[in-house]
């Protein structure tokens, strides 16, 4: 598996490109960058740097009242808070913040991003000691996942044509795809 390891150079490039983002006044760049950051700092171990920045995301895609980016938001601020090892308080506010995650990709529909929220849930309740709870999320994961189909590519239309060359009198066949 192929990882980016130059964090630092991420967090500058990120951090230009919030900087464009509020001279353009775009609150969906600014989020997904404040994300973006938040979630580079949480690989750095910086988890106070990645929950302030993960707070501003949350606060750009509620001025958008975007729910599916604010559950997105939510699943990963859950997660930054309870990897940050601030004590039973925020490991609440923690379980709180994916409570939250999770109703709002019940309430879209959203499969993938429940399952993912679930999945992240789990490994929380996991690393908690809470095994009976962090095997029920799971199941409800692969429950969510199992009703996803894979996007499937529309069947290719062909046409055979058989052409002739007028001078040799010899039959070139033509293969029309159309995509």
Known sequence: EY????YADAVKTLGEAQEIAAQLGDHLLQGETARALGKTRMLMGDYTGARENLKLALAHFEAMRSKVLIGTALRTLAEVTFAGGWGEEEERNASNLFQRAIALSEELGDKLELSKTLRSYAEMLT?????QAAAEARARAEEQLSGIQEPQAPPRETARIEVTDKDADIPIDVE???D
């Open 127 to 131: 690393k908690q000691g809470k095994t």
């Open 176 to 178: 029309v795809v159309e």
């Open 3 to 6: 990882q980016i390891r130059r």
